[in-house]
């Protein structure tokens, strides 16, 4: 199961059909995990090599705002089979100009 490292809590668990009509495959995918952050720089390939052997197949990297947008990024990049960046605001990092600054969170996942 899945694992937020901020909160603990188990997150998705889906499962997919296998190719045999006996089986049934599962995959884990973490839906909400702030690796990304530098609590997690020392050991982060040790972070996401556990997170494999426990099942997972995909982490979803949600920022909270444009700083840590470039983060989720950048963790993508050098784990590009696992690791996927989203896009979004947390509530406290909302500003009166949000729109403008969605527009730019979402250039830095187009140019990705």
């Known amino acids: 199961m899945g694992l937020c490292p ?4 188990p997150q998705l668990l889906t499962t997919f059909p296998s190719p045999s009509p006996h089986k049934k495959a599962t995959m884990f995918i973490d ?7 530098e609590e997690f720089n020392e050991d982060i390939a ?14 979803l990297l949600p920022p909270t705002n444009e700083v840590s947008t470039l983060k ?3 963790l993508a990049k050098r784990y590009p089979d696992i690791c996927h960046p989203m896009i979004g605001l947390h509530p406290e990092d909302i500003s009166d100009d ?3 600054t969605l527009k730019r969170l979402k250039k830095i ?3 990705d």
Do not use: F, N, S, W
């Not at 839906?31 to 952050?37: F, M, V």
């Not at 040790?46 to 099942?55: F, K, L, P, V």
């Open 109 to 111: 996942l187009e140019d």
């Open 46 to 59: 040790q972070t996401i090599e556990r997170a494999i052997a426990a099942g997972a197949r995909k982490i």
């Open 6 to 9: 901020t909160t603990c809590e």
């Open 98 to 100: 949000y729109p403008t």
């Open 31 to 37: 839906t909400h995990a702030h690796i990304y952050e």
């Open 72 to 74: 989720a990024v950048a």
